[in-house]
T-cell receptor
């Protein structure tokens, strides 16, 4: 599986942009990068995903480097409710048509006043 | 409400017993995934079903089994329970073989005593 590396923790001031980096240097050409977050013990929440182009939705922006070996999730105006563990994941296609998301340890983002 | 329904929310049972966890996917989603989250292992992929057929298997123990029924709901059966099986069990669903992200349910917290 393509391995991802994220910082263990980050802090961000409320109202500022939170930039969460991720390295995925072994990613294959057709593998997507997904970002999820988990607040306390709730179910992981989908944020955004991309293949090679930058993506933006109502929650965040995803910037993928041209060589696809790293990406950055940007929360443009972080709030206290964005405090969570953020997971950067490479979706793996499996033989037989299956697929899976392999979660790492993620980044604990703490948004403070 | 993510649209993925898991029951029960909490379950307490004794070692050696057997339990069944239930998941109803989001309307229209054909794929169901099961994940286990314990304190020391993080989120671990167990198994994927697509339209009633097993498509991918992860770190699922032989004591565990799953199935997806014609109405697309899925059940995860855990037998000969051990203390180490205590964990959060999440179900996720997706359409089109996961192409647009997984939607997770709120989980079942299993406590084995």
């Amino acid at each position: 599986d393509a391995k991802t590396t994220q910082p263990t923790s980050m802090d961000c001031a409320e109202g500022r942009a939170a930039n969460l980096p991720c390295n995925h240097s072994t990613i294959s050409g057709n593998e997507y990068v997904y970002w999820y977050r988990q607040i306390h013990s709730q179910g992981p929440q989908y944020i955004i995903h991309g293949l090679k182009n930058n993506e933006t939705n109502e929650m965040a922006s995803l910037i993928i480097t041209e060589d696809r070996k790293s990406s950055t999730l940007i929360l443009p105006h972080a709030t206290l409710r964005d405090t969570a563990v953020y997971y950067c994941i490479v979706r793996v296609a499996l033989t037989g048509g299956g697929n899976k998301l392999t979660f790492g340890t993620g980044t604990q983002l703490k948004v403070e006043l | 409400d993510s649209g993925v329904t898991q029951t029960p929310k909490h379950l307490i049972t004794a070692t050696g017993q057997r339990v069944t966890l239930r998941c109803s996917p989001r309307s229209g989603d054909l794929s169901v995934y099961w994940y286990q989250q314990s304190l020391d292992q993080g989120l671990q992929f167990l198994i994927q079903y697509y339209n009633g057929e097993e498509r991918a298997k992860g770190n699922i123990l032989e004591r565990f089994s799953a199935q997806q029924f014609p109405d697309l709901h899925s059940e995860l059966n855990l037998s000969s329970l051990e203390l180490g099986d205590s964990a959060l069990y999440f179900c996720a669903s997706s359409g089109a073989q996961g192409g647009y992200g997984y939607t997770f349910g709120s989980g079942t917290r299993l406590t084995v005593v």
